[in-house]
């Protein structure tokens, strides 16, 4: 029987592929003029204090993340598929704790789950960038847009050494991030995670949304993109959602598993 629901609360395989749209949304785009960039650049360290703000905020939450990502055939249908359900909230140090893990076995063709991808779940797809490694980014302004009517100031975030990146064994984001022009909070990200090397990781969009009529929180990740490789090409389609946000009063430290592997 075939599952029309892309999320649902138990893993479980589907047959029909998750729907996904990337695209920005935007009504409009433009190019910047040399006093727009000045005026840009003037106020990335606005991004970077209300940044920190929403990720000290999100410290203090508790949530549910469920991931499905599905490989898709040549005639569009769902070839193979992971499943992965917990709660999440973070540690004094932003560090990740995971509870509560529920993830099917991994059917997905010619595509691993691995470290890399887990660490990712919780790192620069939920997040971006890491505010503790602002001094490994360089943030430059790349355009203005409107999205649902509010003004956005584009940026681009690239890593200022990947090879560096790279002999540290660390994940980090390759994108942009769209910012709200009188606010200063990132309203959405989108791009992939480095290095890949050997790996392919898919291109993707994080947008976010109010969470108690205060705070800009993810809501969902998702992803529709082809991961080349020398010999082949793998179609992935991905769905991230973050929802039951909550406060919660104590900490305490756990590490990661993986019961999927």
């Known amino acids: 029987t075939a599952n029309d629901t892309p999320v649902s609360a138990a893993p479980r395989n589907s047959d029909k592929a998750v729907p996904f749209a990337v695209g920005s949304g935007?009504?409009?785009?433009?190019?910047?003029?040399?006093?727009?960039?000045?005026?840009?650049?003037?106020?990335?360290p606005t991004l970077l204090e209300?940044?920190?703000?929403?990720?000290?905020?999100?410290?203090?939450?508790t949530f549910h993340r469920e991931v499905l990502i599905q490989t898709i055939d040549s005639k569009g249908r769902v070839s193979g598929e992971y499943h992965?359900?917990?709660d999440l909230l973070f540690?004094?140090?932003?560090?990740?704790?995971?509870?509560?893990v529920?993830?099917?076995?991994?059917?997905l063709r010619r595509l691993k789950i691995s470290p890399e991808y887990l660490e990712d779940f919780s790192g620069a797809?939920?997040?971006?960038?890491?505010?503790?490694?602002?001094?490994?980014?360089?943030?430059?302004?790349?355009m203005a847009d409107n999205i649902n009517g509010i003004g956005m100031r584009v940026y681009r975030i690239t890593p200022l050494n990947l090879n560096a990146e790279r002999d540290a064994q660390a994940r980090v984001f390759y994108g942009f991030a769209w910012?709200?022009?009188k606010t200063?909070?990132?309203?959405?990200?989108?791009?992939c995670a480095l290095p890949d090397d050997k790996q392919r990781f898919p291109m993707f969009e994080t947008q976010r949304e109010l969470i108690d009529d205060a705070h800009l929180f993810p809501v969902r990740t998702i992803a529709d993109d082809y991961l080349v490789f020398p010999s082949h090409t793998i179609h992935v389609r991905m769905l991230i959602t973050y929802s039951n946000y909550k406060r919660f009063a104590s900490r305490v430290s756990v590490i990661e598993v993986d019961s999927g592997r």
């Open 26 to 44: 935007a009504r409009s785009e433009s190019a910047l003029s040399t006093f727009e960039k000045t005026e840009f650049e003037s106020y990335v």
């Open 50 to 61: 209300r940044e920190a703000e929403t990720i000290k905020e999100l410290n203090d939450y």
């Open 84 to 86: 992965r359900i917990s």
């Open 91 to 100: 540690d004094d140090s932003g560090g990740r704790i995971e509870r509560g």
């Open 102 to 107: 529920s993830s099917s076995k991994s059917t």
């Open 125 to 142: 797809q939920l997040k971006g960038f890491e505010l503790a490694n602002r001094d490994h980014y360089r943030i430059e302004p790349f």
């Open 179 to 181: 910012v709200d022009e």
């Open 184 to 191: 200063g909070k990132i309203f959405k990200i989108k791009g």
